[in-house]
């Protein structure tokens, strides 16, 4: 299964290597890599392999969301399958 | 890789557009729950809905996690209970609205539909007590909703039952007027009722469905607004399009809910209802969606053409999104759940005669207004043969959820909280219907050549 890991909110240094890390502790494999700075306002959308990680769904979307909170960043973590389903016909 | 972009869209969407799923609503047929006593029928409904969905919130809960889009409600609905309690021997049904309720609750869902009865064509004894007891089921319930079907276009119109459902609703408003006469929105009058509608209050699960069932109901009237913002002043091809295109969007996402939860629960799949239902928050409006047409405000000339438009529109760009789609499927028009309406209306714009008019080419019918609370229940059974007779004729579903709110006059506002809104109390006519009502029989199926 592969999910989308978002993250927006404003610029700082270190962003991308906190989330990274905090995805590699949970097992989670990054498949792809894509962002935006614009005026300040800081936009990273990650393609991720949730297939091969023991940590359950429930606990990275957790992780990822108190990651955020506690960073001041809007972080979320979502299956692949409702942008496929979306924008893929 | 889905783009960048399109992420974001997405994201914007839910976020700010209010994308949202409206309801996943499992359907369970109770028709092996009849029993002569009462109290064993109740007994039986109350264990079987509790055992059929008793991870129905759980579920939805766990997609809305993994899937990132809010699933506003999970809902159940019912086989008509009328069906089913025609075979208890007690006078009062009640006692079987009371077991639904109490299994909603303990399913965690906010509304249980199918405290119901079918009576297009006539009354068996059982949709009579049925009838009878439903002011006394929403006064005493919670979360029960009624619905009764009074016509449909192969059997005409049954205008004894249109005249019982104007004293009926009169009745409900009288038990609940402490809540503004709240019970009534919770019970509609249907033409042509469909048995797979997942929206409440008028959700049922028609005898023709199996044993339980899967369907889910799309919103995403900002989602369509939005979308229209961007096409300022094009022409109406491009608009018809857009909506289109917003539709196969929004339904998709539907469709994929509507799979996952069907697998997890391991029920069939049923429908997707392709409905932009609005609420009463800010940016959900269906008549602010008419506006950005070029209306000024809903109600004005221009606005039912608008809304034929959408509503045609909505259905052809969803169609080819689902496998199956059904249920209501078009534009809800609801005055007190949709922010637009509710300014349209209290501003003297919208009136009772253009929604009626409006409701011959939206999705359903007069859905949530609030009349003056000294409205008669001939009036009220007069407006319930007319939006009838626009089903009867058109072939399509209309339904009257009207609200006759006890010690309001016109200029007042009836406040129900949460999705039911507040609903201005708009005008009626004052002359009679009286001998039109008193007449009763059936108004026969309208033929289908030498169509004018």
Redesign the interface.
Known sequence: MRGIVTVVGNDRVGIIAEVCTLLASMGVNILDINQTVMQGFFTMTMLVDIGNTETPFETIHSSLKKKGEDTGLAIRIQREDIFNAMYKV | ????K???R??AMIDNQHLDIRTITMGISLLDCAHEDIDECARRIYEKIVRKAENLVATGC?IE?????PIVNKRISVTPAAIVAGSCRADDLTPIAVAMDKAAKECGVNFIGGFSALVHKGFTEGDRRLIASIPAALASTERVCSSVNVATTKAGINMDAVALMGRVIKETAALTAADGGLGCAKLVVFANAVEDNPFMAGAFHGVGEPECVINVGVSGPGVVHSALKKVKGASFDVVAETIKRTAF?IT??G??VAQEASRRLDVPFGVVDLSLAPTPAKGDSVARILEEIGLETCGTHGTTAALAMLNDAVKKGGVMASGHVGGLSGAFIPVSEDEGMIAAASGGTLTLDKLEAMTCVCSVGLDMIAVPGDTTAETISAIIADEAAIGVVNTKTTAVRIIPAPGKVVGDSVEFGGLLGSAPVMPVHQESSVDFIGRGGRIPAPMHSLKN
């Open positions: 890789m889905i783009s960048h399109e992420i974001l997405t994201l766990a996690n993994e899937l990132g889009i969007q998709r996402m469709q994929l």
